[in-house]
């Protein structure tokens, strides 16, 4: 079964620190990976995609992630998070097609000062 | 970039009435747009695939008499919720692809920013 899992109900990390997201999907093909961004009462801004090619695929405000088939993981990192980081990150798998996206439950992400 | 609005942001409404909720691609066609229903802190869950001139394909365990998609155009499609109830309260958000983008960018959903209905 298609599924994606993020361990991390919620993270707290000081400011300026650095920031690792954690995400583990199964998927029965390969996979298109994505994350997004939500503040409250928002809707998803998408941050970065990996759909083929370089594993190590930068999005936009900084952040990366990487893409890791023989863990199955797309983990998503900052190296200095900023104040106006802290928000719901999803991370989601989907394929072309029918391009059904699945999500996974969300890491809310609390900084501080 | 690729822009979906929907309307309204946030709408309250008394129960038993139905309330409808528009999604539209603003700069791009889209064959194919997507609802989705969130509950507080948790995450998305895809309610139904909307496609253009054709019926909606709904997810198991959606009423598709109770959610009514339609998308007459390219650029929009509505979500009625008929006879809501108060269960009913929940952010609904829709998301679209961009048939003629080539590429990668063709298989990028572009989600609105959400609409909060309040079933009093």
């Known amino acids: 079964a298609q599924s994606v899992t993020q361990p991390d109900i919620h993270i707290t990390v000081s400011e300026g620190a650095s920031l690792e997201l954690r995400c583990n999907y199964s998927?029965?093909?390969?996979?298109?990976l994505f994350w997004y961004v939500q503040s409250p009462g928002q809707g998803l801004q998408l941050l970065l995609k990996?759909?083929?090619?370089?594993?190590l695929v930068q999005g936009i405000k900084g952040f990366e992630a990487e893409f890791k088939r023989s863990q199955s993981s797309f983990n998503l990192r900052k190296p200095s998070v900023h104040w106006s980081d802290a928000a719901e990150y999803f991370c989601a798998v989907g394929n072309t097609g029918g391009f059904k996206t699945i999500f996974g439950a969300g890491t809310r992400l609390f900084v501080k000062a | 970039g690729a822009v979906v609005s929907q309307h309204p942001s946030r709408v309250i409404c008394k129960s038993g009435t139905s309330v409808k909720i528009e999604c539209r691609s603003l700069d791009f066609q889209a064959t194919t747009m997507f609802w989705y229903r969130q509950f507080p802190k948790q995450s998305l869950m895809l309610m139904a695939t909307?496609?253009?001139?054709?019926?909606?394909?709904?997810e198991q365990g959606v009423e598709k008499d109770k959610f009514l998609i339609n998308h007459a155009s390219l650029t929009l499609s509505t979500l009625t919720v008929t006879s809501a109830h108060p269960e009913d309260s929940s952010f609904y958000i829709c998301s679209a692809r961009d048939i003629l983008a080539g590429g990668q960018g063709r298989d990028t959903q572009y989600f609105g920013p959400g609409t909060r209905l309040t079933v009093l």
């Open positions: 998927y029965g093909a390969t996979p298109y």
């Open positions: 990996y759909f083929s090619g370089d594993t």
């Open positions: 909307s496609n253009e001139g054709s019926k909606a394909t709904y």
